[in-house]
């Protein structure tokens, strides 16, 4: 008996052993399984030490000129990361080109920007940095305002295992934007999980207008992330000061074309379009109701829908279902200062 | 005993004498110090050096005058410019002869007037008869992540110098910027500001140099840049910004002004 009990505890030992040696890969992300698979660069694989550094650069204003302000600044994580300006405002209060892009699911986005313009979000992040409407800074210049700081020193070394350096900077502050999934909304309830109660009336009917071939919005919104990526000209007006697409390929067929923006937590990413030019959902859905101006280059979707006033209003209710309220109270990704 | 004695002081005389007699030096009649009567090589032969270092003195100018910041000069039809800003990223250096095409070790630079010397690394000392080099950066590197460059690169994000276009991925390959007389009749000064930051694959420009010499030492090649030449033919009145995508006119006409604003001296 004694020796019974002493071999399985043996037994015990070895199998809690074994256990440890088993690696389970640590999920980061939290993707709900009826979201695709997302790619990520094999040299910036996802840890937990390059999302802390990440975290702590997103919101680090000495990346600034002035000190003023973060990536946090403009993408505000109660506003799902957008701002709530029409465009975005840089240091000393100057003004972008373009509205804030909400950064919901941004790892799956192919190219960066509104004219798709930038490959990577590893390119992007240090985009801002440099830009002049936007910090105004240089990465040189960063470095040597941290140079003493013996934190990031460690924090970098354990990342990438590195100094502190350009290379740290754009891996992990793309690696901390790759968590931000956001797939728990009303809608992700109701249409993936089932629960037939997390929809209103109002909600139901109005997801019916917007996948209806009558409105075709699911065509360029396409679920589970609203959007299907491509550059697309909504005749919004006839001549665009901002050419869009055109401005990277210098097409004429891109002018106007923007990328078709991701509808997840929509109804708190106002105001709207490249350039926030409409306030609100309803001026949105207006505008696509009555069929844009008649570009040359806009999509033929793109026509009067004859929507009526309730089907108007069912379809914002819908847009409304699309917010994550989990994500925007998601503390993993506050401000860590 | 005593015989003994003899016998090692016999041998020890002899041994002394017969190496006495046979020169030591160095036998290698390539090196340097080639020494016709030494019999015995003692390893002490130098060779010349087979490579040789190469530096770049890019120097800088406004039409016949030295580069100098904030100086108003005359362009091509009167009107009055200054720079504030001159910065052009040069890449692709190599030499050419008969035999072929030999890169040089430091590929790209970013040059700026106030910098004129610039170590392009060794090469093997031989006849070469051109030098080619861009004026901006090949398309591989263009499109590059300039954070995944050594620090040291004149290419990476960590240079403080760095021009990179962050909303379409390229290098910046010419950044001039600097006050222009606007008024019609250019009578005024030059106080409004312009900018020109080209680039794009297309506007690169690979320029090739007759530029003869038997390399057998380390040498300074001198080649220059005049800024004002950049700025030939165009109205930088009604032009006085181009991102190059927004004004791709005014960039390509910059960009074509490239060969004749930089020559490499013979």
């Known amino acids: 008996m004694?020796?019974?009990?002493?071999?399985?505890?043996v037994m015990a030992v070895v199998l809690s052993a074994c256990q440890t040696d088993i690696e389970v890969p640590v999920d980061y992300q939290k993707i709900p399984e009826w979201f695709p698979e997302m790619d990520i660069p094999a040299e910036n694989e996802l840890t937990q030490a390059r999302i802390d550094l990440g975290r702590k650069l997103f919101y680090e204003k000495k990346l600034s000129r002035d000190e003023s302000i973060s990536c946090g600044s403009c993408h505000q994580i109660d506003k799902a990361f957008t701002d709530a300006q029409p465009i975005a405002t840089?240091?000393?209060?100057?003004?972008?080109?373009?509205?804030?892009?909400?950064?919901?699911?941004?790892?799956?986005?192919?190219?960066?920007?509104?004219?798709?313009?930038?490959k990577t979000l590893e390119l992007q992040s240090q985009s801002p940095i440099f830009t002049h409407e936007e910090m105004d800074f240089t990465i040189a210049e960063f470095l040597l305002r941290i140079a003493g700081d013996a934190e990031y020193q460690r924090m970098f070394s354990e990342a990438y295992s590195q100094e502190p350096g350009a290379y740290g900077i754009s891996r992990s502050i793309a690696a901390f934007e790759r968590t931000f999934i956001s797939g728990n909304s009303r809608f992700d309830q109701y249409e993936y999980q089932h629960d037939e109660t997390a929809l209103s009336a109002a909600e139901k009917r109005g997801r019916d207008v917007f996948f209806s071939t009558k409105t075709g919005c699911a065509e360029c919104h396409v679920p589970p992330l609203f959007t299907n990526f491509e550059y697309e000209n909504i005749g919004l007006y006839e001549h665009y000061v901002d050419?869009?697409?055109?401005?990277?390929?210098?097409?004429p067929e891109d002018v106007g074309k923007f990328k078709v923006p991701n509808l997840r937590n929509v109804a708190e990413t106002a105001p709207y379009m490249h350039n926030g030019s409409f306030a609100t959902l309803e001026e949105v859905v207006e505008h696509f109701n009555a069929g844009g101006v008649g570009h040359v280059n806009q999509n033929p979707l793109i026509r009067p829908l004859g929507l009526t006033e309730q089907e108007k209003a069912d379809l914002v209710a819908f847009l409304h279902s699309l917010t994550d309220e989990s994500f925007m109270n998601n503390s993993d990704f506050a401000d860590p200062n | 005993m005593k015989t003994k004695l003899f016998f090692a002081m016999a041998i020890a005389a002899g041994t002394f004498a017969f190496s006495g007699c046979q020169k030591e030096g160095c036998t290698d009649k390539s090196a340097t110090n080639y020494d016709s009567k030494a019999q015995k090589d003692d390893g002490s032969c130098v060779y010349a050096d087979t490579t040789s270092d190469i530096m770049l003195h890019f120097h800088p100018m406004l039409g016949s005058s030295d580069f100098a910041y904030d100086?108003?000069?005359?362009?091509?039809?009167?009107?009055?410019?200054?720079?504030?800003?001159?910065?052009?990223?040069l890449s692709g250096f190599h030499l050419n002869n008969d035999d072929g095409t030999t890169m040089l070790p430091t590929q790209y630079l970013l040059t700026k007037p106030e910098t004129m010397m610039y170590d392009l690394g060794s090469v093997p000392n031989t006849h070469y008869h051109e030098i080619a080099f861009s004026v901006g950066v090949d398309s591989v590197a263009n499109h590059s992540d300039p954070a995944s460059w050594p620090s040291d690169n004149a290419l990476s994000s960590n240079n403080p110098d760095h021009a990179f276009w962050n909303w379409n991925s390229g290098y910046i390959f010419i950044e001039?910027?600097?006050?222009?007389?606007?008024t019609a009749d250019m009578s005024g000064s030059a106080n409004a500001p312009f900018v020109y930051h080209i680039g794009t694959d297309?506007?690169?420009?690979?320029l090739v140099f007759a530029?003869?010499?038997?390399?057998?030492?380390?040498?300074?090649?001198?080649?220059?840049?005049?800024y004002l030449e950049l700025f030939n033919g165009i109205d930088v009145r009604l032009n006085p910004d181009s991102h190059t995508m927004n004004n791709m006119p005014a960039a390509m006409a910059l960009s074509a002004n490239v060969p004749n604003a930089v020559t490499v001296v013979e």
């Open chain 2, 71 to 89: 100086t108003e000069v005359t362009n091509w039809e009167g009107r009055k410019m200054k720079f504030t800003k001159a910065q052009v990223y």
């Open chain 1, 90 to 118: 840089g240091v000393e209060g100057r003004l972008g080109i373009r509205n804030t892009p909400t950064l919901a699911n941004i790892g799956y986005t192919e190219r960066m920007f509104m004219d798709g313009g930038v």
């Open chain 1, 243 to 251: 050419t869009g697409r055109a401005r990277i390929t210098e097409l």
């Open chain 2, 202 to 206: 297309a506007l690169r420009n690979d």
């Open chain 2, 211 to 226: 530029h003869h010499m038997d390399l057998d030492g380390d040498i300074t090649m001198m080649a220059m840049i005049d």
């Open chain 1, 2 to 9: 004694k020796r019974r009990f002493s071999y399985l505890l």
């Open chain 2, 176 to 182: 001039v910027e600097g006050m222009v007389d606007t």
